[in-house]
């Protein structure tokens, strides 16, 4: 590894082979240097790491119903439609 300033030359292993020609393919598409788009993940990356994930509906877990509570809606019904 090597700087030129604040530029820093390195050299990286253990890199998917497929995730990295589609990077690539990206950085291209959007007129950025691999070093830049690199860059950008990173940052981007760092930004994140830390953030908590939004709830959504379908992080929900189904749960069984107590035999106490298993004809509450029909219980509920007799009340209301009496």
């Not at 020609?21 to 990206?26: D, L, V």
């Not at 790491?49 to 509920?76: G, H, M, R």
């Amino acid at each position: 590894m090597y700087y030129l300033g604040e530029i820093m030359q390195l050299s990286v292993k253990d890199v998917d082979a497929s995730v990295f020609k589609e990077f690539k393919a990206e950085s291209v598409r959007d007129g950025l240097k691999i070093g830049k788009g690199l860059t950008l993940a990173m940052e981007f990356w760092l930004r994140n790491k830390n953030q908590k994930k939004k709830a959504s509906i379908l992080d929900f877990e189904p749960s069984l119903w107590e035999k106490e509570t298993a004809k509450v809606s029909e219980k509920l019904d007799d009340v209301v439609y009496e």
